[in-house]
């Protein structure tokens, strides 16, 4: 019996020991993974958009950060040109989202994006006060006398859309601003600044009710194809991607549709 427990006396600091190391072990593998899956959650995911995708990017990026706890999505929204410009010249960023090809052309051409995909669609309609001062009716009357209107710039998506609708109908627009994204030409409109603007519906309906919107056969012929893709150099990669995935899934095509886009 003495010798059994003097075997017993001499194996439980042992077994005391291994079990100690042990849990040791554990306990540091369990916290380098909760570190380790921390810093995989805190990521931060970068969009340039366009000024048009406020609304419905906006609500994409809560439904994103829900999907992704520690995930934080930060936007740059405005002139799709001027976003182009700023990603070719270094700006540390994600994904581009723009309102033409023809932006998102001058990415791709600097190698400075993945392969673009068309996730929505949009259409000018002409945007008036809600009392509708100027008694405008068509796109004809915007070339009336003393009619005030607000275009977007050419060289941005929604000023090339009206310059192309205004040529389908023949007519010349002598505008009293040129505005270089359209939620600053549609503020125009909505601070009574001018009687009329050329802007996309989605932009119409985003304004609650300070704009009414006024649908013309031309726009048919300016319809702008929205592009969206992956940066070359994206610091949050697969983020970044899968950000993208949302926007082209069936719920990005009803946050988008819903807000009044077309969806391909």
Request: contains cysteine; proline residues 5%; glycine residues 10%.
């Amino acid at each position: 019996m003495f010798r059994r427990l003097s075997r017993w006396v001499i194996a439980l600091p042992v077994a005391l020991m291994v079990a100690g190391l042990a849990g040791c072990g554990s306990g540091t593998g369990s916290g380098a993974t909760a570190t380790s899956a921390a810093g995989a959650g805190a990521k931060e995911v970068t969009v340039f958009a366009a000024a048009s995708l406020t609304g419905t990017f906006t609500e994409l990026g809560k439904v994103f950060e829900s999907a992704h706890p520690g995930t934080t999505v930060r936007f740059n929204f405005g002139s799709s040109a001027t976003l182009a410009q700023q990603i070719v010249q270094g700006a540390p960023a994600d994904v581009f989202a723009a309102a033409s090809p023809a932006t998102m052309k001058t990415v791709t051409d600097a190698s400075r994006a993945g392969t673009p995909a068309t996730f929505a669609r949009n259409k000018l309609q002409i945007a008036v006060p809600a009392d509708n001062p100027a008694k405008v009716d068509e796109l004809k009357d915007l070339a009336g006398p003393g009619v005030k209107v607000a275009l977007c710039a050419e060289q941005v998506p929604c000023g090339a859309a009206a310059a192309k609708a205004l040529g389908a109908a023949g007519l010349k627009v002598t505008p009293v601003t040129l505005e270089q994204d359209v939620k600053a030409t549609l503020t125009k409109v909505e601070l009574g600044e001018v009687d009329a603007a050329l802007v996309y519906r989605t932009d119409v309906i985003a304004s609650g009710g300070k704009a009414r919107g006024i649908a013309f056969p031309e726009a048919d012929q300016a319809v702008n194809d929205y592009p969206i893709a992956t940066l070359a150099e994206a610091p949050a990669g697969e983020a970044a991607r899968q950000f993208v995935d949302l926007v082209l899934s069936q719920q990005g095509r009803d946050v988008l549709t819903r807000a009044g886009f077309e969806v391909p």
